[in-house]
Protein backbone atom coordinates (compact mmCIF):
# COMPACT_ATOMS: atom_id res chain seq x y z
CA UNK A 1 0.00 0.00 0.00
CA UNK A 2 1.48 3.11 -1.11
CA UNK A 3 2.12 5.20 1.57
CA UNK A 4 2.27 9.05 1.86
CA UNK A 5 4.01 10.31 5.09
CA UNK A 6 2.96 13.78 6.98
CA UNK A 7 4.75 15.74 9.50
CA UNK A 8 5.01 18.86 10.68
CA UNK A 9 1.30 19.77 12.44
CA UNK A 10 0.81 20.82 15.86
CA UNK A 11 -0.48 23.64 18.09
CA UNK A 12 0.33 27.28 17.67
CA UNK A 13 -0.70 30.30 18.52
CA UNK A 14 -2.42 33.15 16.10
CA UNK A 15 -0.06 34.96 13.71
CA UNK A 16 2.40 32.04 14.31
CA UNK A 17 3.41 29.57 11.26
CA UNK A 18 3.75 25.59 11.11
CA UNK A 19 5.74 24.10 7.77
CA UNK A 20 4.06 21.08 6.58
CA UNK A 21 6.19 18.00 5.40
CA UNK A 22 4.93 14.72 2.89
CA UNK A 23 7.23 12.38 2.02
CA UNK A 24 6.20 10.14 -0.60
CA UNK A 25 7.86 6.75 -2.19
CA UNK A 26 10.50 8.02 -5.64
CA UNK A 27 8.19 6.35 -8.06
CA UNK A 28 4.87 8.27 -7.34
CA UNK A 29 6.47 11.63 -6.18
CA UNK A 30 8.18 12.00 -9.82
CA UNK A 31 4.91 11.84 -12.06
CA UNK A 32 1.88 12.72 -9.30
CA UNK A 33 1.09 16.27 -8.73
CA UNK A 34 1.03 16.48 -4.77
CA UNK A 35 -0.90 18.78 -2.99
CA UNK A 36 -2.53 19.59 0.51
CA UNK A 37 -5.80 19.57 1.60
CA UNK A 38 -7.71 20.39 4.61
CA UNK A 39 -10.76 19.31 6.47
CA UNK A 40 -12.14 21.14 9.68
CA UNK A 41 -15.02 19.74 11.81
CA UNK A 42 -18.01 19.85 10.34
CA UNK A 43 -16.67 21.37 6.95
CA UNK A 44 -16.06 19.29 3.52
CA UNK A 45 -13.02 18.72 2.49
CA UNK A 46 -10.89 21.79 0.43
CA UNK A 47 -7.98 22.53 -1.81
CA UNK A 48 -4.92 24.08 -0.03
CA UNK A 49 -2.55 24.12 -2.67
CA UNK A 50 -0.98 21.43 -5.08
CA UNK A 51 2.44 21.08 -7.52
CA UNK A 52 2.69 19.66 -10.43
CA UNK A 53 6.16 17.47 -10.88
CA UNK A 54 7.37 20.12 -13.41
CA UNK A 55 6.55 22.78 -10.32
CA UNK A 56 3.77 24.65 -11.54
CA UNK A 57 1.39 26.01 -7.83
CA UNK A 58 -1.91 25.92 -7.44
CA UNK A 59 -3.66 27.46 -4.81
CA UNK A 60 -7.10 27.28 -3.72
CA UNK A 61 -8.74 30.77 -3.62
CA UNK A 62 -8.21 31.68 0.94
CA UNK A 63 -4.58 30.46 0.76
CA UNK A 64 -2.52 32.18 -1.95
CA UNK A 65 -0.44 34.77 0.24
CA UNK A 66 -0.54 33.08 3.27
CA UNK A 67 0.52 29.57 2.60
CA UNK A 68 3.15 28.32 0.01
CA UNK A 69 3.50 24.92 -1.47
CA UNK A 70 7.35 23.59 -2.66
CA UNK A 71 9.07 20.36 -3.24
CA UNK A 72 12.10 18.93 -2.96
CA UNK A 73 12.78 16.08 -5.54
CA UNK A 74 16.01 15.43 -4.02
CA UNK A 75 13.97 14.27 -0.76
CA UNK A 76 10.33 12.91 -2.34
CA UNK A 77 8.97 15.68 0.01
CA UNK A 78 6.54 18.38 -0.78
CA UNK A 79 5.99 21.03 2.06
CA UNK A 80 3.94 23.51 3.30
CA UNK A 81 4.49 27.10 4.60
CA UNK A 82 1.86 28.64 6.26
CA UNK A 83 2.37 31.94 7.86
CA UNK A 84 0.00 33.97 9.86
CA UNK A 85 -2.22 31.38 10.74
CA UNK A 86 -5.57 31.98 12.61
CA UNK A 87 -7.98 30.03 14.58
CA UNK A 88 -10.31 29.39 11.30
CA UNK A 89 -6.94 27.35 9.72
CA UNK A 90 -7.54 24.73 12.77
CA UNK A 91 -8.23 21.40 10.61
CA UNK A 92 -6.75 18.39 9.58
CA UNK A 93 -4.22 18.71 6.94
CA UNK A 94 -3.93 16.12 4.33
CA UNK A 95 -1.33 15.27 1.96
CA UNK A 96 -2.41 13.90 -1.99
CA UNK A 97 -0.90 12.40 -4.74
CA UNK A 98 -2.81 12.35 -7.68
CA UNK A 99 -1.98 11.63 -11.65
CA UNK A 100 -5.88 11.10 -13.93
CA UNK A 101 -7.90 9.27 -12.28
CA UNK A 102 -5.46 7.80 -9.39
CA UNK A 103 -5.47 9.46 -5.78
CA UNK A 104 -3.72 8.59 -2.99
CA UNK A 105 -3.93 10.28 0.75
CA UNK A 106 -2.00 10.60 3.02
CA UNK A 107 -3.49 10.08 7.27
CA UNK A 108 -3.30 13.59 7.85
CA UNK A 109 -1.91 15.49 10.56
CA UNK A 110 -3.32 17.92 12.68
CA UNK A 111 -3.29 21.24 12.59
CA UNK A 112 -4.49 23.69 15.96
CA UNK A 113 -3.96 27.59 15.95
CA UNK A 114 -4.94 29.05 19.49
CA UNK A 115 -6.62 32.56 19.73
Known amino acids: QTQLVESGGGLVQAGGFLRLSCEAP????????MGWYRQAPGKQRELVAT???????NYGASFKGRFTISRDNAKNTVYLQMNSLKPEDTAIYLC?????????WGQGTQVTVSS
Open 51 to 57: ITSGGRT
Open 26 to 33: GSIFSIYT
Open 96 to 104: NAARGFLTI
